[in-house]
């Protein structure tokens, strides 16, 4: 595993960006558009990128001595500027390097053809600054990378223990909720995967939580200080194994072609409600059953049997959910992470449901 950087530059980060970074692009409407044509390189995207969406950028061919080392599995920072004042927005943990020049999908992505090099991704938003890098990397102050695509010494990430403990060292400092526009639950499954996440200890931390008596909110201190993307992974890793990765309303245990679960760690009273990672305010569901919840159609009485809103329409395209009304939903294995009372009767409360 290796890491490289691009010095973008403030102009082309603030034109491009946006472009193909900070949004993602469906492989249905670039096919559909002509612009991707290989079938190899569609099935490969396919296979990638189940969502059927992904980030990406390109770079100039002047870059093609440094960027052919560049791998799956690699990572690649994205400077914005390497002023004093300069940022790295973003980490690509790369999916897909694909080698041939990619010369029409540069020229519809950026209205250019000159970023032939390609790679694809899902954003990972930071805030780091240029300043910490080269620091943090041992470069010298007057170090100007000038547009240019670079790999990382190994040798300057030795004292981190290597690529993984560096960006993982990135990620807990650096990485926040801030950009609103990112679909952070999947890029969380992708650091897990990358192997970024060392969740032991929160996960311990969780557990030890289920011990004592819950609080149904958690905006404390220690939320701050800890951090949140950590936390929240390992909420949703703990809740989805202890559910065996199945909808607690269908038992549904469908995966994507690359065997990620098709299920959520749904919160039973809102996060954005400061809804406490407590374990046991935590739920598996399906995407439909989460979508369901969330939005009031159900809900779940304190003998874990499921009620429905009062005007759930009774057609055929609500019949999966409200088919199941009585039933007792699929609890855990082990009794301490079931549903606690105290967020199932606030969570009743909050979406309009009485305490039965
Ligand atoms: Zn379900």
Same mark, same amino acid.
């Given at each position: 595993?290796?890491?490289?950087?691009?010095h973008v530059g403030q102009l082309g980060a603030t034109k491009d960006f946006p472009k193909t970074v900070f949004r993602?692009?469906?492989?249905?409407?670039?096919?559909?558009?002509?612009?991707?044509?290989?079938?190899?390189?569609?099935?490969?995207?396919?296979?990638?990128?189940?969502?059927?969406?992904?980030?990406?950028?390109?770079?100039?061919?002047?870059?093609?001595?440094?960027?052919?080392?560049?791998?799956?599995?690699?990572?690649?920072?994205l400077v914005k500027s390497?002023r004093?004042?300069g940022d790295?927005p973003v980490?690509?943990?790369?999916?897909?390097?694909?080698?041939?020049?990619?010369?029409?999908?540069?020229?519809?992505?950026w209205?250019?053809?000159?970023?032939?090099?390609?790679?694809?991704?899902?954003?990972?938003?930071?805030?780091?600054?240029?300043?910490?890098?080269?620091?943090?990397?041992?470069?010298?102050?007057?170090?100007?990378?000038?547009?240019?695509?670079?790999?990382?010494?190994?040798?300057?990430?030795?004292?981190?223990?290597?690529?993984?403990?560096?960006?993982?060292?990135?990620?807990?400092?650096? &990485? +926040?909720?801030?950009?609103?526009?990112?679909? =952070?639950?999947? $890029?969380?499954?992708?650091?897990?995967?990358? !192997?970024? #996440?060392?969740?032991?200890?929160?996960?311990?931390?969780?557990?030890?939580?289920?011990?004592?008596?819950?609080?149904?909110?958690?905006?404390?201190?220690?939320?701050?200080?800890?951090?949140?993307?950590?936390?929240?992974?390992?909420?949703?890793?703990?809740?989805?194994?202890?559910?065996?990765?199945?909808?607690?309303?269908?038992?549904?245990?469908?995966?994507?072609?690359?065997?990620?679960?098709?299920?959520?760690?749904?919160?039973?009273?809102?996060?954005?409600?400061?809804? &406490? +990672?407590?374990?046991?305010?935590?739920?598996? =569901?399906?995407? $439909?059953?989460?979508?369901?919840?969330?939005? !009031?159609? #159900?809900?779940?009485?304190?003998?874990?049997?499921?009620?429905?809103?009062?005007?759930?329409?009774?057609?055929?395209?609500?019949?999966?959910?409200?088919?199941?009304?009585?039933?007792?939903?699929?609890?855990?294995?082990?009794?301490?992470?079931?549903?606690?009372?105290?967020?199932?009767?606030?969570?009743?409360?909050?979406?309009?449901?009485?305490?039965?």
């Amino acid at each position: 595993m290796n890491l490289f950087f691009h010095h973008v530059g403030q102009l082309g980060a603030t034109k491009d960006f946006p472009k193909t970074v900070f949004r993602k692009h469906n492989i249905d409407v670039l096919v559909s558009e002509g612009v991707i044509t290989d079938g190899s390189l569609l099935e490969e995207l396919r296979s990638k990128f189940p969502t059927g969406e992904f980030n990406c950028w390109g770079v100039p061919s002047g870059a093609s001595v440094v960027i052919r080392n560049l791998n799956e599995g690699d990572y690649v920072l994205l400077v914005k500027s390497s002023r004093i004042d300069g940022d790295i927005p973003v980490l690509c943990p790369v999916k897909i390097f694909w080698r041939a020049k990619l010369e029409t999908l540069s020229e519809y992505l950026w209205q250019d053809s000159k970023f032939p090099f390609i790679f694809f991704f899902n954003t990972i938003d930071i805030e780091l600054m240029w300043v910490q890098f080269i620091e943090d990397l041992g470069y010298k102050n007057n170090f100007s990378p000038r547009g240019n695509f670079y790999k990382v010494d190994n040798g300057r990430l030795e004292k981190f223990g290597g690529v993984e403990p560096y960006l993982q060292n990135i990620i807990n400092k650096y &990485s +926040d909720y801030r950009n609103d526009n990112v679909d =952070l639950s999947r $890029l969380k499954e992708d650091g897990a995967e990358f !192997g970024l #996440f060392d969740l032991q200890e929160e996960e311990d931390r969780l557990i030890a939580l289920t011990k004592s008596m819950p609080n149904l909110v958690d905006n404390s201190l220690s939320r701050r200080l800890v951090s949140i993307t950590k936390r929240d992974r390992a909420f949703s890793i703990l809740i989805k194994r202890h559910y065996n990765f199945k909808c607690a309303v269908c038992n549904s245990s469908l995966k994507s072609p690359n065997e990620h679960p098709a299920v959520h760690a749904a919160h039973i009273f809102p996060k954005e409600k400061m809804g &406490s +990672d407590d374990l046991r305010n935590g739920i598996c =569901l399906c995407l $439909l059953h989460h979508w369901a919840f969330d939005a !009031g159609w #159900f809900s779940i009485d304190d003998n874990y049997y499921i009620i429905l809103h009062e005007n759930i329409p009774r057609t055929e395209d609500y019949k999966d959910i409200y088919k199941w009304e009585n039933s007792k939903i699929n609890l855990p294995k082990d009794a301490n992470v079931w549903p606690h009372r105290l967020f199932l009767d606030a969570s009743r409360r909050n979406y309009g449901f009485y305490k039965s």
